[in-house]
């Protein structure tokens, strides 16, 4: 399994304009979980799913963001309008409730920059 | 409110000193707690679970209930323990885990 895949890599674009991150968790696992990574904030969760269901969207930042997972396989992060404070570095998770351990297999991240 | 805190943002020892990266929360229940590792140029992964009371890669960290503590130790730092060191909480019920926001560790030579 080649893990947690997450496209695109790096994402460059001007402020107002709509960025859409990608996610494919691992096959099998049916939670998903994205976070935003920042040197002053560090790793926060902004939302996760269960069987595709979002359970917690606690941590979205304003309405401008939002998180979509039409099916087991894929899971979507759009920002719209983006704002340079929207740079980071976004995480892709997943994991399986099956288990018992609750591990999270982080995909590479995408790296956003906002200008 | 499930909170997570470590206070040091960059641990800097040198090869072979011990280090301890402390890990505090907050949190009303009974919380599993996590340390997870970022190593330069790859992903975030599970270090070690205090369920598992295991030590990986000659760390280990026990859970504190009275000082609701997680510190990760290790009694001789190596070059390669340098990387970014999150510790996590999961609460009871539900799946969500809440980070800290990381300690990076700089073993010097």
């Known amino acids: 399994d080649a893990g947690v895949i997450q496209s695109p890599r790096h994402e460059v674009t001007e402020m107002g304009q709509e960025v859409t991150l990608r996610c494919k968790p691992i096959?099998?696992?049916?939670?998903l979980f994205w976070y935003r990574q920042t040197m002053m904030r560090g790793l926060e969760l902004l939302i996760y799913?269960?069987?595709?269901?979002?359970?917690?969207d606690s941590g979205m930042p304003e309405d401008r963001f939002s998180a979509k997972m039409p099916n087991a396989s894929f899971s979507t992060l759009k920002i719209q309008p983006s704002e340079p404070r929207d740079s980071a570095v976004y995480f892709c998770a997943s994991s399986s409730t099956s288990t018992g351990t609750y591990e999270q297999y982080f995909g590479p991240g995408t790296r956003l920059t906002v200008t | 409110a499930q909170r997570v805190t470590q206070p040091e943002k960059l641990l800097s020892v040198f090869k072979g000193a011990p280090v301890e990266l402390k890990c505090n929360y907050s949190?009303?229940?009974?919380?599993?707690l996590f340390w997870y590792v970022q190593y330069s140029r790859q992903r975030l992964q599970l270090l070690l679970r205090?369920?598992s009371r295991e030590s990986i890669k000659g760390f280990t960290a026990d859970l504190n209930k009275g000082e609701t503590s997680f510190h990760l130790k290790k009694p001789f730092a190596q070059e390669e323990d340098s990387a970014m060191y999150y510790c996590a909480l999961k609460g009871t019920g539900g799946f969500k885990t809440i980070f800290g926001a990381g300690t990076r560790l700089f073993v010097k030579a």
């Open positions: 205090h369920i």
């Open positions: 096959s099998g696992h049916n939670s």
């Open positions: 949190y009303s229940g009974s919380p599993e």
């Open positions: 799913f269960n069987n595709n269901v979002p359970i917690d």
